[in-house]
């Protein structure tokens, strides 16, 4: 079995009044190479005419974001030419590489009917032979994502990268990333393997469940050791995990606000690089 090394608690970080919880960083743990960062958001119910999610114009150089929507929709526009919205069941992955600007708003819809809203970003660090790619953007709604079902339909997993047993997720990752979303009954069990090598990303975002014989409540994140490849889940209670792995890139990371890259001076290059419009022009 694959060896727990810390469970760690999402930190309360309240933007406003969007109900946010961040996973990594925090005081307990920075990232898990190359998974840099997670917030969660909700869950929360809007009221009718409201003001939607506070995301507006703002750019990024140098990682990919991987967005659920749980619940409400994300309007997301950016300088690279990406544009649409994404309702509950559907993700975003961007890549942000060298540099655009873009925003992640709620609906004009949402906007004025209001109702549960329950979104997660993550983000991925991008190794330095990538960091500069043009950026790309793909949403899938809930229906384009491939779905395979485990313990008799109990378990549901959504592949969105990678593979998971024969099935590939839709959209290809530069860095052999592997991401699924994974929903279980009370109950439902899943074992899976994965390569010691690599590094696991496990947080569960609604319900219970035991890892390899630990209890992981919601608002967890699991840090595995690399030793050992089995992991079993098992369900206490209807649950909602995100778990992905990958390689880790061992290269420096130098974060700051909206950029990530490998030196100070690529930080500095990265806002000159904004300020002189090189990441795009904001166009409403």
Known sequence: MRKIKKIHKAVNAPMGDLVTYRAMPTHSVEYID????????????????????????HPHRGFETLTFILDGDITHQD???????????????????????????SSEKFKKEGGPL???????NLPAKYKMVKPA????????????????????????????????????????????????????????????????FFYVVRGAVNVNG?????????????EGEEITIEATEDSYILLGH????????????PFVMNTEEEIREAFRDYQLGKMGSWEE
């Open 246 to 257: 990958a390689k880790p890139f061992n290269e420096p990371v130098v974060a700051h606000g």
């Open 137 to 200: 953007y793909v949403g899938l709604q809930k229906d384009k994502i491939p779905v395979v079902k485990e313990d008799e339909g109990k378990v549901k997993v959504n592949v969105i990268s990678g593979t998971w047993a024969s099935t590939r997720g839709p959209i290809p990752s530069l860095s052999d990333i592997h991401m699924a979303s994974i929903e279980l009954q009370e109950g439902g069990s899943i074992t899976t393997s994965i390569d010691p090598e690599r590094n696991i």
């Open 214 to 226: 630990e209890k992981v409540e919601k608002l967890h994140l699991v840090e595995f050791a690399n």
């Open 79 to 105: 300088t690279g030419g990406g544009k649409d919205v994404i309702e509950a069941g559907g993700v975003q992955w961007m890549t942000a590489g060298s540099g655009l600007i873009h925003a992640e708003v």
């Open 118 to 124: 329950e979104i997660l970003q993550l983000w991925f």
């Open 34 to 57: 190359p998974f840099l960062f997670l917030n969660h958001h909700g869950p929360q119910v809007y009221k009718p005419n409201n003001q939607g999610l506070p995301f507006g114009p």
